[in-house]
């Protein structure tokens, strides 16, 4: 198994909720935290503002972007009036929203002037541990998702979009299995762009501290020594410790044994 695939399996990463939304008019929502979650929204018409936490200035996600909040953060999705904000249960409530279709705001799904969103809600283990997870930002918003990923996911983004429109058999199974596709996906993107330059990540677009990475992943039981994992990395041993250190923010050996604890 891959690195990446081998972090998200063993911290297992979990579909839990799946549905689309469409805005019309003035509308907010408040969007409360939660723990051990990841959440997605795409924006797959129209476009809106995120504000993550309450800080700093709301984000624009346009049509085709996509936002990953990663640990679950409270959040504000609002249209571009700033209209007031309402508590999500109440948007559910007031909206007769049963899970199934689309959650319709102020207007009708098929209205060419709304907003709509596709959002994806992930679980992680309670004891999910991994200097990945625990490095990535608060929200990590790549624009022009569907561009810059593959074809197929923009045809998984209409698959998920007709599952979760209508009552067929396994429709919400593979919506949901979908949408950790284009959780690992989104992941996949950010560190290998964005996330080049971040602090704990860096190490995880690096060729050769990738291969000393996969080396431990593949053998964790191993009697690994700093000097073996440089071999296989292509890099002297102190050189290898010093990159390693700085671009991942962990020891190569505090790396192992933390990851042997999450396997245990």
């Avoid at 504000?76 to 109440?90: F, G, I, K, N, T």
């Avoid at 599952?163 to 396994?170: F, K």
């Avoid at 995880?204 to 291969?211: I, V």
């Amino acid at each position: 198994m891959d690195l990446l695939s081998d972090i998200l399996n063993v911290v297992r990463l979990s579909g839990t909720l799946y549905f689309r939304t469409s805005f019309s008019g003035q509308w907010g929502v408040q969007v409360p935290a939660y723990s051990n979650v990841c959440r997605f929204h795409y924006a797959h018409r129209g476009g809106c503002y995120v504000r993550v936490g309450g800080d700093g200035e709301p984000l624009h996600l346009a049509e085709g972007d996509l936002v990953l909040i990663t640990r679950g953060a409270d959040h504000v999705l609002s249209d571009p009036a700033a209209a007031p904000v309402s508590a999500l249960d109440d948007v559910v409530k007031s909206s007769g929203f049963t899970g199934r279709g689309a959650l319709v705001v102020n207007g009708d799904d098929f209205d060419r002037n709304n907003t709509q969103l596709i959002c994806g809600h992930f679980a992680f283990a309670e004891d999910a541990d991994h200097p990945l997870l625990a490095a990535l930002p608060s929200f990590i918003h790549l624009p022009a998702f569907g561009a810059i990923s593959p074809a197929w996911m923009e045809e998984s983004l209409k698959i998920i979009k007709t599952e979760t429109s209508g009552a067929s058999l396994g429709g919400d199974l593979i919506a949901l299995k979908l949408s950790e596709i284009i959780f690992t996906q989104a992941v996949r993107a950010f560190l290998a762009d964005q996330g080049r330059d971040v602090p704990g990540l860096a190490g995880y677009s690096d060729p050769n501290l990738t291969r000393a990475l996969a080396a431990m992943h593949d053998d964790p039981a191993k009697a690994w020594t700093v000097e073996a994992l440089g071999r296989i990395a292509g890099l002297s041993r102190s050189v290898f410790a010093e990159r390693f250190t700085e671009q991942l923010s962990v020891a190569p050996l505090t790396y192992l044994t933390e990851w042997r604890m999450q396997l245990a």
